[in-house]
């Protein structure tokens, strides 16, 4: 069966509630699809209009009154207000009948009436979103809050898809910068990657992550799925190799003479030691860290082609930036130190890594740091509207 693209739009509500990592579970853990881009966006009047008006023209062919309820909700919350526009991301997942299975675990617009006893929170509007009657005409909608937003026919995911294509090539801006700080010079941006352990099967775990971080108070800003090079991942890693010869040569150096002497009942002096630790010691500090390059990139140095060391890897990560007073420091606090079993209790590595390689996640640890890893991810560059392009260009 074909596979296709559809979307589910995270609405600014949601995102200012910190309720984006809870959808994201929901997405991850029960899909068989793959999310193949996300991108933070900051609509304008003109893309609430444009993304309203085709969800009116589906209404007058097929008669939907939710559609009309949510075109209305799309101009009153995705519209700037009040001089400014609202964080809104966009998820974008490929497979068979995407569609239909995203539209299913998004839930329905109206709980057929049902009673809040009766609502058991199987679907993510369940969940997070609200639709309340008057008590005095129950036709009459005094509250909506959708949550998410997300086509039920796959004719109007590609026509909606072909307008988020348009606007995001046209407005390829992956950090939002949409808030006046009473003290800018306190506000601080961080990196923070989530590695590829988070990605190799269907979980909640992604999702989970972020909503821990959203403990911090801090804003998104950013996102997008980034798959490194192998080049990318040299270049992002570099700083570690020398901590790692400096750390792990004479700690394996010793551990070498330790088992000669033992297997060969043989005393050997500090002399030995240390040129195992030169020698032995160092090359293993060398392997441990083209592991690292390994685990991030799916591509090991020496062993992959010179031609495919600047193609993204086969491996995915994705990439956040938070915002606010102390950035860095609240994010690392709830990360964790980077020895999962040094890590308190209630730190996302505590809770999801497990060895020093394998530990979930990745923070900036200064502002230069931050200011040196984002060029070397393109944090200011999203492929999304890219990615969106060819598949429509396919069909």
Known sequence: ????????????????????GGVISRLLSRLDLELVGAQMIAPDAEFAREYAASLRSQNQENLNSGADLLSDYIIRSLSPSGGRRHRTLILIFRGENACRKLSDICGALFPENRSIESINGE???????????????????????????????QVLADENLELFSRYLLKNNENIIKNMNYPEPSKIERTLVILKPDNWKYASSKPGTIIDMFS??????????????????????????????????????????????EKEFQ??????????????FGIEYAVDQFRKIIEFMSGCRPGVCPPEDADKSGPVMCMILVY??????????????????????????????????????AHASDSQ????????????????????????LKNK
């Open 1 to 20: 069966m074909e596979k296709t693209l559809s979307y589910v739009m995270v609405t600014p509500y949601t995102i200012a509630k910190s309720r984006t």
């Open 123 to 153: 679907t993510i509007r369940d969940t997070y979103a609200d639709l309340i009657f008057s008590p005095d005409n129950p036709k009459e909608i005094i509250y909506f809050e959708p949550a998410v937003l997300t086509p039920r026919q």
């Open 215 to 260: 403990r911090t108070g801090l804003r998104i800003v950013g996102i997008k799925v980034h798959r490194f090079s192998m080049h990318q991942a040299l270049e992002f890693y570099g700083p570690v190799e020398g901590g790692l010869k400096e750390k792990l040569a004479p700690l394996f150096g010793q551990k070498a003479r330790e088992i000669l």
């Open 266 to 279: 043989v005393p050997l002096d500090k002399k030995v030691e240390n040129a195992l630790a030169e020698s």
């Open 323 to 360: 915002e606010g007073e102390d950035a860095i420091s609240k994010i690392r606090d709830v990360l964790g130190p980077t020895d999962p079993l040094k890590a308190p209790g209630g730190t996302i590595r505590r809770e999801f890594g497990s060895s020093i390689m394998v530990n979930t």
């Open 368 to 391: 230069d740091s931050y200011e040196r890893e984002k060029k070397i991810v393109c944090l200011e560059q999203n492929p999304l509207g890219e990615i969106i392009g060819a598949y």
